[in-house]
């Protein structure tokens, strides 16, 4: 089956530089995606990294190594606003366009 | 992208009862996914539904427990029958173009 790994907090303060960690387990890979939740709110999408690398998009990151099937979420210059929780997700086994869901990283920002 | 119109947002309901989902998408899309979360956990895919088809169901999850219906390609149901308090949870609609999935606002069920 599918399991996706990610640590359940972090805590950082405003302005410093967050990385959130994402170890996957799956026999077939489509790619992986960040998404951010806020309490009461819908997830949103945030990156989606098919190839090894960096992907950047303002403030935010996103890198991936299929050899270690891990990756990671960089958030840099944090604000408060970045408090949420954010989940990165993988397509299903069966090359179907569901997706599955880690269980989610809450990250909370100190002033 | 797409914009997912989901109601009702919340809902209080009696054990035994059912109640039914809606979700609306302003363009048309093959496929729709439903999920289950429960507070502070992650997205638990129930279901895919697709146009002209019964739905896909992941284990764990049964079509008596969460019938779907897929009338066209903008509008999905899901209904939660016979409900537990077990069932409280929020559910959320969501549909994908291209790498990129959005979502309904989500209801928030509480069965009493």
């Known amino acids: 089956g599918q399991s996706l790994e990610q640590p359940s907090e972090v805590t950082a303060v405003e302005g410093a530089i967050v990385q959130i960690n994402c170890t996957y387990q799956?026999?077939?890979?489509?790619?992986l995606s960040w998404y951010q939740q806020h309490d009461g709110g819908a997830p949103t999408f945030l990156s989606y990294?098919?190839?090894?690398g960096l992907e950047e998009t303002g403030r935010f990151s996103s890198f991936l190594s299929r050899s270690d099937s891990y990756g990671y979420l960089l958030l840099q210059e944090l604000q408060m606003k970045d408090s949420a929780s954010y989940f990165c997700?993988?397509?299903?086994?069966?090359?179907?366009?569901?997706?599955?869901f880690g269980s989610g990283t809450r990250l909370l920002v100190r002033p | 992208s797409a914009v997912i119109s989901q109601k009702p947002s919340r809902d209080i309901c009696q054990r035994g009862t059912s109640l039914t989902i809606q979700c609306q998408v302003d363009?048309?899309?093959?496929?729709m996914f439903w999920y289950r979360q429960q507070p502070g956990q992650s997205l638990t895919l129930i279901a895919t539904a697709n146009q002209g088809s019964e739905a896909t169901y992941e284990s764990g999850f049964v079509i008596d427990k969460f019938p779907i219906s897929r009338p066209n390609l903008t509008f999905s149901t899901l209904t939660v029958s016979n409900m537990s308090p077990e069932d409280s949870s929020i559910y959320l609609c969501?549909?994908?173009?291209?790498?990129?999935?959005?979502f309904g606002q989500g209801t928030r069920l509480t069965v009493v």
């Open positions: 969501s549909v994908r173009t291209g790498t990129e999935a959005f």
């Open positions: 990294n098919a190839l090894d």
């Open positions: 799956t026999s077939g890979f489509y790619g």
């Open positions: 997700a993988v397509r299903g086994e069966d090359s179907s366009y569901k997706l599955i």
């Open positions: 363009s048309q899309v093959t496929m």
